[in-house]
C-alpha cells in the first residue's frame, strides 16, 4: 500500500497570503497519478488538482499543483476566504487508492 | 447538472448489515468507474472500495474485504454498498465518488453509525 503524508498538519494564514501544502508518497507515483481535494466544514470534497499539475473545471487559477516522484506540492497564490478548508491528496497509481491525512488550512 | 445522491444510512447493532445506495444523474454513469469513500467523525478521507466501469472488476481497502461488496447497476445508473458484520469502528459518512483516475463527481454523503 502507498502511504501518503501530508505537511504541515494545519497552516494558519491570513486572506491574500499564499498557502504551500505538501504530499509525500512512501513510494514514487509513475505518471504523476495525484490528486488534490479541498473539503470545506459540512460538505463533501470537491477535485482540486489532478495528475499533479492539472486544475479541475471550475477550479480558480490561484491553485497550482507541481511535484513528481515522491514529493507533490499545492500552492494557494492568494487565499480567499472561501480557500480556508482542508486539503487531501490522494494516489491513484494502484488499484486500492489511497488518501493523505489533510492539511487544515485555517484563519491566523 | 451532475449528482450522486447516496442514500440507505442508518443506526446499526454491531454485527449488522446494511445496503447503501447512490444513485446518479447529469454523466453518462456507465462511462465510469465507482468509488466508495468513508470519514469517521472529526477525522480524514478513507478509501474504501471501487468497481470498474463495466461492474467485472472490485477492489476493496483491507479494513472491509470480505465484508463489503461493491456492486453497481447500469440500466439505473446506481451503485451499491452491502456492509456485513458491521463494527463501530465502521462509524462514518460514506461518500459515493465517480471517476476513472482521480474522483471528479461526489455526493453528499449518507451516515452510517454501528453502535448498540
Known amino acids: 500500500e502507498i502511504v501518503l503524508t501530508q505537511s504541515p498538519g494545519t497552516l494558519s494564514l491570513s486572506p491574500g497570503e499564499g498557502a504551500t501544502l505538501s504530499c509525500r508518497a512512501s513510494q514514487s507515483l509513475s505518471s504523476r497519478y495525484l490528486a488534490w481535494y479541498q473539503q470545506r466544514p459540512g460538505q463533501a470534497p470537491r477535485l482540486v488538482i489532478f495528475?499533479?499539475?492539472n486544475r479541475a473545471p471550475g477550479i480558480p487559477d490561484r491553485f497550482s499543483g507541481s511535484g513528481s516522484g515522491t514529493d507533490y506540492t499545492l500552492t494557494i497564490s492568494r487565499l480567499e476566504p472561501e480557500d480556508f478548508a482542508v486539503y487531501y491528496c490522494?494516489?491513484?497509481?494502484?488499484?486500492?487508492?489511497?488518501f493523505g491525512p489533510g492539511t487544515k488550512v485555517d484563519v491566523k | 447538472e451532475v449528482q450522486l445522491v447516496e442514500s440507505g444510512g442508518a443506526l446499526v447493532l454491531p454485527g449488522g448489515s446494511l445496503r447503501l445506495s447512490c444513485s446518479a444523474s447529469?454523466?453518462?454513469?456507465?462511462?465510469?468507474?465507482m468509488h466508495w469513500v468513508r470519514q469517521a467523525p472529526g477525522k480524514g478521507l478513507q478509501y474504501v472500495s471501487t468497481?470498474?466501469?463495466?461492474?467485472?472488476?472490485?477492489y476493496y481497502a483491507d479494513s472491509v474485504k470480505g465484508r463489503f461488496t461493491v456492486s453497481r447497476d447500469n440500466s439505473m445508473d446506481t451503485l451499491y454498498l452491502h456492509m456485513s458484520s458491521l463494527r463501530p469502528n465502521d462509524t462514518a459518512v460514506y461518500f459515493c465518488?465517480?471517476?476513472?483516475?482521480?474522483?471528479?463527481?461526489w455526493g453528499q454523503g449518507t451516515l452510517v453509525t454501528v453502535s448498540s
Open positions: 468497481i470498474t466501469s463495466n461492474g467485472g472488476i472490485t
Open positions: 447529469g454523466f453518462t454513469f456507465s462511462s465510469y468507474a
Open positions: 495528475g499533479a499539475s
Open positions: 465518488a465517480g471517476g476513472s483516475g482521480s474522483y471528479v463527481y
Open positions: 490522494q494516489q491513484y497509481v494502484t488499484s486500492v487508492r489511497t
